[in-house]
């Protein structure tokens, strides 16, 4: 089975097994049921396609599949709108998911680096493609890590045992990290380089193998986040994203906090023992 069939029938899968017939709104199909969510049938019928022709979409025998179709299942699988875009990139021809490793340099947005030079009062980051940090500021280098430009914030994320000590959620937000990883993949079927950082850290480590099978995909959305700082003690941030409609593929990502919390008190003080440590950096207990 070509390799972006195997995707999209695995997708699929997944997603049928986790509707049940409740959910779906229709009667069960008679007979004994060896896991509660549709049956392949049920599924072909909610859809409007006849059962075969679903049984060959899930089984990769089916080389073409219009976009009548793909909206028919979304439909019946009751899939989000993230979800429908992923399930209509898997579907897309063999031809233009030919993996490349010549992936054009990525420069950053002149006008994101301008919004984040006018927050430095807040930690920021300007991420591009497969998560690669395109800048930061120094407050996010004192808040979080330091994260030079060329360095990956996904391999900081799983490689490295410092984001596990000091993200406090580490788990809900390295999981959603895995699940926009797959929306990417998706999209971008031909970057060999996001593909080989999947398998990377799919080899690696355990809990991204596991997230990965699930299928669970995200784009970038906001969402909290909770560091432990060695200095600054516990800080709770809002993370917002700003994209640019030249760069799609770059965000910028924004550390907010609730205004007199004891988090944007913290801030002034983090920002000056930052200075602090990089004109003298033997100090330094943040990384």
Same mark, same amino acid.
Do not use: K, W
């Given at each position: 089975m070509p390799q972006d069939r195997a995707a999209l029938g695995a997708f699929l899968r997944s997603r049928r097994d986790g509707l049940t017939p409740a959910q779906a709104g229709i009667a @069960?199909? +008679? /007979?004994?049921? &060896? $896991?509660?969510g549709l049956?392949?049938?049920?599924?072909?019928?909610?859809a409007g396609l006849s059962a075969d022709y679903y049984s060959r979409l899930e089984q990769g025998r089916q080389p073409n599949v219009s976009t009548a179709?793909?909206?028919?299942?979304?439909?019946?699988l009751r899939l989000t709108e993230v979800e429908h875009a992923h399930l209509v990139d898997l579907a897309e021809p063999t031809a233009r998911r030919r993996a490349t490793t010549v992936v054009p340099v990525q420069r @950053?947005? +002149? /006008?994101?680096? &301008? $919004?984040?030079?006018a927050m430095d009062h807040l930690p920021v980051l300007l991420l591009g493609q497969r998560g690669e940090v395109l800048?930061?500021?120094?407050?996010?280098?004192?808040?979080?890590?330091?994260?030079?430009?060329?360095?990956?914030l996904v391999r900081f994320l799983f490689l490295d045992p410092v984001a596990r000590e000091r993200i406090v959620n580490w788990e809900v937000f390295a999981s959603a990290t895995v699940a926009t990883l797959r929306r990417e993949a998706a999209?971008?079927?031909?970057?060999?380089?996001?593909?080989?950082?999947?398998?990377?850290?799919?080899?690696?480590?355990?809990?991204?193998a596991r997230w990965w099978d699930d299928h669970r995909v995200l784009d970038y959305t906001s969402a909290p986040k909770r560091i432990r700082h060695p200095i600054g003690g516990d800080l709770s941030f809002d993370i917002e994203i700003v994209a640019s409609p030249q760069e799609p593929d770059q965000r910028l990502i924004v550390?907010?906090?609730?205004?007199?919390?004891?988090?944007?008190?913290?801030?002034?003080?983090?920002?000056s023992w930052g200075r602090d440590v990089a004109a003298d950096p033997s100090p330094n207990l943040g990384s």
């Open positions: @069960p199909f +008679p /007979g004994p049921r &060896r $896991v509660p049956r392949r049938e049920e599924l072909a019928l909610l179709v793909l909206d028919g299942l979304a439909r019946a @950053p947005d +002149p /006008g994101l680096l &301008r $919004v984040m030079v800048a930061a500021n120094s407050l996010l280098t004192t808040v979080l890590h330091d994260l030079p430009p060329g360095s990956s999209r971008r079927p031909q970057d060999g380089r996001l593909t080989a950082l999947i398998d990377e850290l799919r080899a690696a480590d355990p809990d991204v550390y907010t906090a609730q205004p007199d919390s004891p988090t944007a008190r913290m801030l002034p003080m983090l920002a």
